[in-house]
């Protein structure tokens, strides 16, 4: 999937008395992206079998963002503690994931809130996790206690 966020455009503080409305905070469609909606708020759920990501989840995505913060991708199951969520923070991505016994989290180095397309991947398996952008992959981390699967619905939150 290939997703895009774009900044709200900014009022110069001496201008504070200029009308605004709601539309000028509307999002603009990038060429060749796919678009979910006009407002940040907006979200695509994909679905998908769930047992094929009991012991292996892997998610690739070209993305393009010039926001610093915000939920990229979300999976869970509402009546388990596992979960894969991949976020964004300062500009930098944290793959975190939990089979039931304990959270991990992996981190990339890279800022990629640069309006640039970057090629992401977040993976999973045998209680490993990584993220690579473009190409260069992160230190990988492993999930804490016993648990060797992710039991989530067939719903990713994008």
Known sequence: SEMQTQPLSLRPLNDIKEKRCAEDDLLKQISGAHQFGLVRSSHLVLLFNQTTVRKKFSVQMNLRTFASSGLIY?????????????????????FSFDLGKGKAVAFHGTVISDGKWHTVKTEYAKRRGVITVDGQESVAVNVPGDGITLDVDGKLYL
Request: glycine content about 10%; hydrophobic content about 40%; cysteine-free.
């Open 74 to 94: 979300y999976v869970t199951h509402p009546k388990q503690v596992d979960f894969a969520a991949l976020q964004l923070h300062g500009g930098k991505l944290y």
